[in-house]
């Protein structure tokens, strides 16, 4: 609602602390993340997608942030950011990030 009366700025101090109460809430994260997006802040919500990503309980969880990425990615011009970033992972966590990569391959 502020975000809708051009208040841009208090809309996202509004969800940087609902982010923080309710860290544990992907809802909450999405709509902060999808703000900084409409704010002008796109490493912002690349690196609240990216927690998403990384706190997921498991690969299906891990997909639907993938998705996101992917569409915050194509909106904003870092697809190939999004798909080196993943291959660096790679490295870390071989085993999640292949099946990751592969997902994300097909979804691009």
Request: proline residues 3%; charged residues 30%.
């Amino acid at each position: 609602m502020l975000n809708r009366q051009g208040l841009i700025s208090e809309s996202l101090e509004v969800l940087q602390d609902a982010a923080r109460r309710f860290e544990k809430a992907p809802a909450v994260q999405v709509q902060l993340a999808t703000a900084y997006t409409s704010a002008g802040f796109p490493l912002e919500a690349e690196r609240v997608l990216w927690r998403l990503y990384d706190d997921a309980a498991d690969d299906w969880a891990r997909r639907g942030w993938i998705d996101e990425l992917v569409h915050a990615a194509q909106a904003n011009g870092w697809v190939e950011e999004v798909l080196a970033k993943f291959q660096e992972r790679r490295k870390t966590t071989p085993k999640r990030s292949v099946r990751c990569l592969h997902w994300l391959n097909s979804t691009s």
